[in-house]
């Protein structure tokens, strides 16, 4: 027992490592739908980083955000970058910080069309 303590006290910090790396998926996905939201409707590509900031709670240091617009499309197309901390001292001597990436596009909302002034 005293052998196999250690090794799977391993293993449930591994387990425990994805459930929150899981966690920081799910959380980077809503802050890209929320970004690219936040965008599609104000046409500010400034307001991307802190809508998805305060989507989820993210570091902002680990967090990269690019918006593009293609001309002629319609659609604003939000990117997020995130790089998820190793939360164990014990794993973060075997692993790296993980990078996780999540991707949202929405229909630019276009005021002057639907209000019927162009």
Known sequence: M???LPLLMLMALFLAQMALTARDRIMLTHSAREAARAVAVSGDAGGA???ALAAARLD??????????PA?????????????AVRFAP??????????????????????????RD
């Open 2 to 4: 005293a052998l196999l």
């Open 72 to 84: 002629g499309s319609g659609n604003v197309s939000v990117r997020l970058e995130y790089r998820s």
């Open 49 to 51: 980083r802190p809508a």
């Open 91 to 116: 794993l973060a001597l075997l692993l790296d910080d993980l990078a996780l990436s999540g991707e949202a596009s929405m229909r630019a909302e276009r005021w002057p069309v639907l209000l019927g």
């Open 60 to 69: 902002p240091e680990r967090l990269a955000v690019s918006v593009e617009a």
